[in-house]
């Protein structure tokens, strides 16, 4: 984006203090009280992490908060909880009863509020539907739902009864559900006929119906009825998900899970291979998002939050599903597009239901300013006190455009650094205390010791870029990749012994805050979502008619990062704009939508090294930048650049 001229609202070096107003009332209340805890959690972390905990209900105590052998960890020993209790049955059982947990609105306009005394019951009544189906603790199920409460109430009654669930995002296409079914074992599915996308129904159960053809493991496919859209149904293996509840009990008695026991796998995107299946347990978990909303979204009874990511994410499984509720929170969840029927629908949501807390990502908020200010003017915004951005750094312009046109210029906003590793924020301002500038995450969260490193080990000095790394554990870190503890060790754990690599350049400036660069391996960021290069290669190269593919990314000034792809074909194909929309529809089928290349190159040959490495740099730089000036002393065709440069020459 340009460079605008310094005028306050262009001001990309403003330092934003917190209002006194908020500082005030906020439970960490200036930066002096930041450090202090800061400094205590991490000179003694097992007292900060007990004394977090405890906030949480737990059948049995703990004996240890600790057990540290690298990289393995195991937090809160001997103790004993149920996640589904402390996120639903607490708060059921005392005053929040009536209030509401979840407000939902379906895109086409259906509203539903769900009572806390109400989610229970539905929980309850889920987890009695999966016992008589078979499920017991440690089976892993695959949930493939729309944004519908139903989603949250399967990830619940699964944690209800320590079965391990597994969300595939509902943009992911049938290969994406082969894969994570082969991975995680998974017997039975919970889906719906379909959900409501900008005005069309997306079709969730055929997707199912195609993996299931390749996958035969699955006995039992449980289905909500959410569109009415045709589908089949077979009688030996599926079941309507509201007759399963119609004939279940209400009543179900949580049980206690020892703190390791496994809660979730979430699948995402890595340098090498097949997507990582992420394992998180349950008492660390737990306790990492429910402290993260307490500090850093500062939430209170009395607030109205909203968290606009999708449950497939881990966005949506750490801040719409067990931190706020395990914080008893009233939310918003919505099920459709931001621009459904136009882009004036979050702002009207806001204001009808009166949100305080809003949670969304850099690439909404750019489409929102492309779609004009007039959207959100039209509509007050004056619940608001508190913004939060997570995904991917977040541009000084859409900072800026964030804090005046939504946040109306009182709002904090929290810039949440974390990955779906890391289970819940480990680097954001809290939002009564730091000083914010756009673009920095600031500092770490209570217990996070992060520090940038250069290759040698050594800590980087302000201003110098270096590789983002965790020196201690914290409770709700990844735990291992399912089913490939040597993958885990290798992934994580071994560019510095002992140290957990991120995978993000960073760098920190003279006043320590911490500024994400972008990630540093071979994954990108597109609208704030991790997708693997390989990944999309092998979705290429899966097509009958291409011989090889490379896949970088280029700047993008909605998306963050755009995918751009070079394949080479196979003797006998010919390069032509039907050839290249069916690739990119084909990436679509076998991955999703949004692994789609924004740019398809047809190339005479790919760069390589003479040991026949694919060189990723050349084509990232000719892609950015039209030409290669790099270092090309490696390649081992020179021509193969010459004629990729004629090809795609395009200005900067
Ligand atoms: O590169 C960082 C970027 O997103 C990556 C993690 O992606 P994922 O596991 O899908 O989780 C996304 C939601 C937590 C990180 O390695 N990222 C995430 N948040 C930020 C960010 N980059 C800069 N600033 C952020 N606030």
Partial sequence: MSAK??????????????????????????????????????????????REAKELVWQKPWSKVLNWKAPNATWFEGGKLNVCENCVDRHAAGPRKNKAAIIWEGEPGDKRTITYGQLQKEVCRFANVLVKNGVKAKDRVLIYMPMVPEAAIAMLACARIGAVHTVVFGGFASEAIVDRLEDSGATVILTADGGWRRGKVVPLKPVVDEALVKYKSVRRVIVLNRCGNEISMD??????????????????????????????VLYTSGSTGKPKGILHTSGGYLTGTYSTCKYIFDMRDEDVYWCTADVGWITGHSYIVYGPLANGVTQVMYEGAPNAPDFGRFWKMIEEHGVTIFYTAPTAIRAFIKA???????????????LGSVGEPINPEAWNWYHKHIGGGRCPIVDTWWQTETGAILISPLPGATPCKAGTATHPFF????????????????????????????????????????????TYW???????????GARRDKAGNFWIIGRLDDVLNVSGHRLGTAEIESALVSHPAVAEAAVVGRPDDMKGQAVAAFVTLKGGFNESPELQAELRNHVGKVIG???????????????????GKIMRRLLKELVCTGKISGNITTLEDFTVIESLQRKIAKPV
């Fill in 494 to 504: 071994s560019d510095y012994p002992g140290l957990y690599t991120a995978g993000d």
């Fill in 372 to 386: 004009g200010d007039h959207f959100p003017a039209a509509h007050d915004l004056s619940s608001l006190r508190l």
């Fill in 235 to 264: 009688a030996d293996r599926d079941a309507w998900w509201h007759e399963e509840v119609a004939a279940a009990s209400s009543k179900h008695v949580a049980k206690a899970f020892d703190s390791e026991h496994p809660l979730f």
């Fill in 593 to 611: 939508a949004i692994a789609k290349p924004d740019d398809l190159h047809f190339a005479p040959g790919l760069p390589k090294t003479r040991s």
């Fill in 5 to 50: 001229k310094a005028t306050p609202d262009h001001d990309h070096d403003a330092i934003h203090k917190p209002s006194k107003e908020f500082s005030v009332k906020a439970r960490i209340p200036s930066m002096a009280a930041y450090k202090k805890l800061y400094k205590e959690s991490i000179d003694k972390p097992d007292k900060f992490w007990a």
């Fill in 447 to 490: 217990g996070i010791d992060a520090a940038i490193l250069d290759d040698a080990g050594n800590e980087c000095k302000p201003g110098q870029d270096g590789r983002l790394v965790i020196r201690k554990p914290w409770p709700s870190m990844i735990r291992t990749i399912y089913g490939d503890k040597e993958r885990y060790k290798k």
